[in-house]
């Protein structure tokens, strides 16, 4: 069975930062895209950012270019979200996902609160 | 950026009858490869969402064949052939074939 289990969120001031795994199990890791995607309270879905298999190719909604950073250990089957400089606006329950173009299986979430 | 417009955003339905939401691209969805990256994604009240439709009209493995995916270029359309009570909650399409990859702003369905 495919799980993913996001970790990491919480509460954090304007400026700060944290960094989000997610833990994969039941398909081999090494050989999916893996994406981020993020929904603010009360609103829609937002794609964040996708790695290719071997980490050689990423990719991020502009928003978040120069702050956050995508990265994975495929030794650990874990992706992780650094997110630095961190805005009110990245208040969300962010989703860790399996694949790029579609993604198909999705965590449970982790929300991050941005608030002084 | 490839702008995802869904149509209509809440859609009241009855029981037993027919919906169908619309969504359309501000781009062509055919990729370089001659596929289709179009998805349809279901998300119930408290939940994460689910993929229901990928490349426009595949239904993933255990998704009920009343829903059914159609479309192509920039004009696709997410049909249900008799609505539950089970499928009340937001649907959003997604474009995978364009960087960075965009949704719908999500349809409310509900039971009238």
């Known amino acids: 069975e495919v799980q993913l289990v996001e970790s990491g969120g919480g509460s954090v001031q304007p400026g700060g930062s944290l960094r989000l795994s997610c833990a994969a199990s039941?398909?081999?890791?090494?050989?999916?895209?893996m994406s981020w995607v993020r929904q603010a309270p009360g609103k829609g879905l937002e794609w964040v950012a996708s790695?290719?298999?071997?980490?050689?190719?990423?990719y991020y909604v502009d928003s978040v270019k120069g702050r956050f950073t995508i990265s994975r250990d495929n030794a650990k089957n874990s992706l992780y979200l650094q997110m630095n400089s961190l805005r009110a606006d990245d208040t969300a329950v962010y989703y860790c996902?399996?694949?790029?173009?579609?993604?198909?299986?999705w965590g449970q979430g982790t929300l991050v609160t941005v608030s002084s | 950026d490839v702008v995802m417009t869904q149509s209509p955003l809440s859609l009241p339905v009855t029981l037993g009858q027919p919906a169908s939401i619309s969504c359309r691209s501000s781009?062509?969805?055919?990729?370089?490869?001659?596929?289709?990256?179009l998805n349809w994604f279901q998300q119930r009240p408290g939940q994460s969402p689910r993929r229901l439709i990928y490349?426009?009209?595949n239904r993933d493995s255990g998704v009920p064949d009343r829903f059914s995916g159609s479309g192509s270029g920039t004009d696709f359309t997410l049909k249900i052939s008799r609505v539950e009570a089970e499928d009340v909650g937001v649907y959003y399409c997604?474009?995978?074939?364009?960087?960075?990859?965009?949704f719908g702003q999500g349809t409310k369905v509900e039971i009238k």
């Open positions: 790695i290719k298999q071997d980490g050689s190719e990423k």
């Open positions: 490349k426009v009209s």
């Open positions: 996902a399996r694949g790029s173009w579609g993604p198909h299986y």
């Open positions: 039941g398909f081999t890791f090494s050989g999916h895209w």
């Open positions: 781009q062509t969805l055919v990729y370089s490869d001659g596929g289709t990256y």
């Open positions: 997604m474009q995978g074939t364009h960087w960075p990859r965009t």
